[in-house]
């Protein structure tokens, strides 16, 4: 009994506390291209005890801007660029862009020269692109045609932008192009690796994974050899990667999900499944953090807040998970695109 009252008063701390996520959120996004964009929503309604549906569609790729949700899908027939509020329901959602026969990965986007676009990974015919299409909805345009060694399906968060070049990894590089197209360059490069733990900004910086190995390299590539810009090693083949200010959080293939700030290394699961995706609040580490893992056929979304953690299983596939302010969390997998308000 005495325990429950613990958990109920540690609760209506973290409650009470209100917003739980500080402005960074605002800032991480627009670094990684999550703009705030024409029809924004309003903020969400009052906190939901259970987990809701924005979408019935399982995604391929997530981002989220302050109000809205953007995501890619397929199905037999072809793939689609979806928008959606981050308030609706399933049916709710505008079609951006659709192509027969293609497969559609992950999504970014960016404000430039007045106006908003998505940015994403599109495969047909085993022929890889990156394209862009308006936030309105219309045509979209083909960037570059990149060469087809990225695991789009199994890859996520792998394609980010600062608004000024967009930026993906292959099975040996880091590479980038100006975000209204042009040509190609290798700004580092990785041992083959794939799937792959996907890419962050971080100070300025891009925060890779090579294997084991966590690295950064600026924007315009180094002199230095990767060997003198190793952030971590982690123990197995890095999976999930989420940066901060002052730290990186990754999963490994041993199911471990770890956080590193400066020497010091904080397990925050020791085993279990493997980490699909990572997310924070706060500009620096240490404030709420979620992961979703999968072992075997069971899912699971994991929410560690100050005192206290939750568990929740969830559908297969879980991708994108996202702390976003107002105590909201947003992820996708095989039942849809979800958020859940605590």
């Known amino acids: ?7 109920s008063f540690f609760l209506s701390l973290v409650f009470c506390s209100g917003t739980i996520v500080s402005a960074q959120v605002s800032d991480k996004l627009t670094r990684q291209g999550h703009h705030s964009s024409p029809g924004e929503a309003a903020p969400m309604p009052a906190a939901s005890p259970t987990p809701d549906l924005i979408s019935l569609r399982k995604p391929d790729g997530l981002i989220l801007s302050t109000g809205n949700v953007f995501f890619t899908s397929h199905d037999a027939a072809g793939a689609t660029v979806w928008r959606t509020s981050q308030t609706s329901i399933p049916g709710q959602e505008t079609v951006l862009f659709w ?31 990156i394209r862009r299409v308006p936030l309105t909805g219309g045509a979209a345009t083909v960037l570059a045609t990149i060469p087809n060694n990225v695991d789009i399906a199994n890859s996520h968060r792998n394609l980010i932008t600062d608004g000024v070049n967009i930026y993906w990894q292959d099975d040996v590089a880091i590479r980038k192009i100006p975000i209204r197209g042009g040509p190609m360059t290798v700004i ?47 123990a197995s083949r890095v999976v999930s990667l989420h ?100």
């Open 243 to 342: 940066a901060v200010s002052n730290g990186v959080y990754w999963g490994d293939n041993n199911g471990a999900v770890k956080r590193k700030v400066g020497a010091n290394t904080l397990t925050l699961q020791s085993t279990g499944g493997l980490a699909s995706s990572i997310s924070s609040s706060g500009p620096a580490a240490g404030g709420t953090e979620a992961w979703t893992e999968c072992s075997g056929s069971q899912c699971r979304l994991h929410v560690k807040f100050l005192f206290f953690s939750l568990t929740r299983p969830v559908a297969d596939n879980p991708i994108g998970v996202t702390v976003m302010p107002g105590r909201r969390i947003f992820w996708g997998d095989a039942a849809g695109v979800h958020r859940r308000t605590f």
């Open 188 to 234: 580092d490069p990785s041992n083959p690796n794939t799937p792959l733990a996907g890419l962050a900004f971080q100070n300025g910086n891009i925060v890779y994974a090579s294997v084991a190995e966590i690295r950064f390299v600026p924007p315009n590539g180094s002199s230095d050899p990767p060997s003198s810009r190793i952030i971590v090693t982690a």
């Open 99 to 129: 192509e027969p026969g293609a497969r559609f990965g992950d999504i970014v986007f960016a404000q430039v020269d007045g106006a908003f676009f998505g940015y994403f990974f599109a495969l047909k015919q085993n022929v890889l692109t």
């Open 1 to 7: 009994m005495m325990s429950k009252v613990v958990a």
